[in-house]
């Protein structure tokens, strides 16, 4: 070789990027859990009184191939990940004709709403509008010798279909979406009962906490947030699995309702430590609210802007706030654990 220092510097260089490379990637390699970017996206979320809430910035959803494998049914991880088409006339929307909203299944973020769906004899649910302008991305797909406008869930990079200027007045437009995709939530049927899963420390604490919590209906205490179907305690406490120690809360729409139940919250944890909530040290006891309906986000949401504004704690708040994935109960030795053993946990009121 006439310059063999040229072949050294090269390879040194190469060793270099892959190390460089390997040290960002090594962690999602080989836990399956895809790091937090920090990217931001602005998106408008729906408020409590289903309408179109106002422009907020939230951190973009971001999960790994195995994350989304467990939280996705094989159909939805084709269409949504691997931008996958369902066959017309097989989905389960294209003639659904209630009122209501269609949410991302894969982050719960509102995207269409029924006043915009029309029937365009296509065979996938078509709307000429979207919920909002910010929570849909578009990029051009030059897939099967066409050009076309590819459109996703501009949080969490959903596949959702395509977007066609051949749609009805007043847009002109026609979103022709994958059911599969979507979730529906019907308008003006307010549940008695609501869902919200917490995780603030060991859930033990967190339970008995809300046993005394006026407007508890229902607790369960569990696992949810990770990449593995069914884990078990050890499996959790082996940090190996992403999932955090949550307890499901079921309680009353009307006379409690979500705020009350996340000011709570706020009163009985510390949102403000990465996976550690006094002594407990651990993936498994980050701060975490996991909601079940679109507009659970937008109150939680503003209770965080509310807190932070008043600077009710020293640092930011860091409690990660997400869709709910599946929730696997934990065993049964653990449920309503202080009842059963007394004592009590460090989740006091303040
Ligand atoms: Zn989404």
Redesign the pocket.
């Known amino acids: 070789m006439r310059n063999p220092w040229q072949f050294w510097i090269g390879l040194g260089l190469l060793a270099g990027l892959a190390v460089w490379w390997f040290s960002g990637h090594l962690d999602a390699m080989t836990q399956g859990k895809a790091k937090p970017t920090g990217e931001k996206v602005r998106v408008r979320l729906l408020t409590e009184g289903g309408e179109v809430g106002p422009v907020l910035e939230v951190p973009k959803?971001v999960r790994s191939d195995k994350e989304w494998a467990a939280r996705l049914s094989l159909e939805q991880f084709r269409i949504g990940r691997t931008a996958g088409t369902e066959r017309a006339f097989c989905g389960v929307f294209h003639d659904n004709h209630k009122k209501g909203i269609y949410f991302?299944?894969?982050?719960?973020?509102p995207l269409f709403r029924s006043g915009d769906k029309f029937d365009s004899g296509t065979g996938w649910p078509s709307f000429f509008q979207p919920f909002a302008e910010e929570n849909i991305g578009e990029q051009t797909d030059n897939e099967l010798g066409m050009t076309r406008t590819e459109v996703h869930?501009v949080?969490?990079?959903?596949h959702l279909g395509h977007v066609f200027p051949d749609g009805p007045k007043p847009s002109g437009l026609r979103y022709c979406i994958n059911s599969a995709v979507l979730g529906f939530q019907e308008e003006g049927v307010a549940p008695e009962l609501e869902t919200i899963d917490l995780a603030g420390g060991c859930f033990w604490g967190v339970e008995e906490v809300y046993s005394k919590f006026a407007g508890t209906y229902q607790t369960e205490v569990g696992y949810e947030g990770g990449w593995t179907k069914n884990p078990t305690y050890r499996e959790v406490c082996g940090h190996g699995t992403g999932h955090a120690e949550v307890m499901r809360l079921i309680f009353q729409t009307k006379t409690t309702g979500t705020r009350k139940v996340v000011e709570y919250f706020f009163k009985i944890h510390d949102p403000t430590t990465w996976n550690r909530q006094g002594p407990d040290v651990g993936d498994q006891y980050r701060s975490a609210i996991f909601f079940t309906r679109p507009e659970q986000e937008s109150v939680i949401r503003d209770v965080i802007a509310q807190l932070t504004q008043q600077k009710k704690f020293s640092s930011p708040i860091v409690t990660q706030v997400d869709w709910a994935g599946p929730f696997t109960p934990a065993e049964e030795y653990h449920q309503k654990y202080f009842q059963k053993h007394g004592g009590g946990g460090c989740h006091i009121p303040q």
């Open positions: 959803v991302c299944a894969g982050c719960g973020l869930c949080r969490c990079d959903m």
